[in-house]
Each structure stands twice: as C-alpha cells, then as structure tokens.
C-alpha cells in the first residue's frame, strides 16, 4: 500500500515562499502521475499542480502559475511544491496525491488514488 506523508507547511507573510515536500513508499513511484490539492473548511478540494512520472511536464491551476512550480525525483520518492509570492488566498491545508497510472493532465480528484495526511500553509496579509 502506498503512503505518502507531506512535510513543510507553516505560517507566512503575504510575498513569502515555503516548500511543501511529499515522501512516498510502499510502491512503484515512477509509475505514478502526482499532483498537489488545497482544501479550506466548507471548501471542495481543489487541484494546483501535477507533473508527469518522468518529470518533464507540469501542469498548474490557473490561480498558482506563475508563482508554484512542482517537481519530483525518482531517485529519492518525492515530489516538491515550491510556493512562491503566496497570497492569503493560498491559505488552506495542501495534500500531496498519487494516481497509479502514467496518464497525464488528472486533476481531479476522483482521478487520484491515493493521498497524503495533508500540510497547513498559513499566509498572512
């Protein structure tokens, strides 16, 4: 069974950056497509970025590109969110999720297998 455990949430102030990372084990990492997710109370989950089982395309929600950029290495089972000019409107709990399959361009959710506990990123105005 995969598990997939994000670190690197916290608090921030509006302009700042933070790092999310995402560890997997259990499976076969480089034959999942993984993607990243945001959910605020009362709020449908939401997709934010995805990338390839090779790395080489992303895929971004249109509210983070330019800002968030996802990449992942194989060697070391993890994929990263690296979150840049955060807004307090990116404030919510990020989940790192796994699709068992090297599809292309899910995003979402119901399109995705298997998913992390979730990160608190916090900004503020």
């Known amino acids: 069974q995969v598990q997939l455990v994000e670190r690197g949430g916290g608090l921030v102030q509006a302009g700042g950056s933070l790092r999310l990372s995402c560890a997997a084990s259990?499976?076969?990492?480089?034959?999942?497509?993984m993607g990243w997710f945001r959910q605020v109370p009362g709020k449908e989950r939401e997709f934010v970025a995805g990338?390839?089982?090779?790395?080489?395309?992303?895929y971004y929600a249109d509210s983070v590109k330019g800002r968030f950029t996802i990449s992942r290495d194989n060697a070391k089972n993890t994929v990263t969110l690296q979150m840049n000019s955060l807004k307090p409107e990116d404030t919510a709990v990020h989940y790192c999720?796994?699709?068992?399959?090297?599809?292309?361009?899910?995003?979402?959710?119901?399109?995705?297998?298997?998913w992390g506990q979730g990160t608190q990123v916090t900004v503020s105005s």
């Open positions: 259990g499976g076969t990492f480089s034959m999942y497509t």
């Open positions: 990338i390839s089982w090779s790395g080489g395309s992303q």
């Open positions: 999720a796994g699709l068992n399959s090297r599809s292309y361009g899910a995003r979402r959710v119901q399109d995705f297998d298997f």
